[in-house]
Nanobody, 121 residues
Framework: QVQLVESGGGLVQAGDSLRLSCAAS????????MGWFRQAPGKEREFVAGIRSGGSIDYADSVKGRFTISRDNAKNTVYLQMNSLKPEDTAVYYCAANSRSVTDRTRYNYWGQGTQVTVSS
């Protein structure tokens, strides 16, 4: 079992930056693909960014050039650096682990509880 705890969310203004962290426990995540997803009110949970165990990365088109996913296997932690935030980035952000497809939320086995990100205009 892997437990995931997200942190770093908050209320910011458009154009600001935030860094989300996802701390894992229970097992080492070095061999896992890790992903960030988000869910806005009334919308489905959507893929944001994913990083495979080998380090290759995918981003949703909506965040390319603004968000950066990274992992520190020594700290068993994954990060999401979010720059140039927009009001449409407002959502609950979830960390997920262990997928053979980093973009498909149905393939992930483990999820965190989420952290709220609110971007005001």
């Amino acid at each position: 079992q892997v437990q995931l705890v997200e942190s770093g969310g908050g209320l910011v203004q458009a154009g600001d930056s935030l860094r989300l962290s996802c701390a894992a426990s229970g097992r080492a995540i070095s061999g896992y693909a890790m992903g960030w997803f988000r869910q806005a009110p009334g919308k489905e949970r959507e893929f944001v960014a994913g990083i495979r165990s080998g380090g290759s990365i995918d981003y949703a088109d909506s965040v390319k050039g603004r968000f950066t996913i990274s992992r520190d296997n020594a700290k068993n932690t994954v990060y999401l650096q979010m720059n140039s935030l927009k009001p449409e980035d407002t959502a609950v952000y979830y960390c997920a682990a262990n997928s053979r497809s980093v973009t498909d939320r149905t393939r992930y086995n483990y999820w965190g509880q989420g952290t709220q990100v609110t971007v005001s205009s």
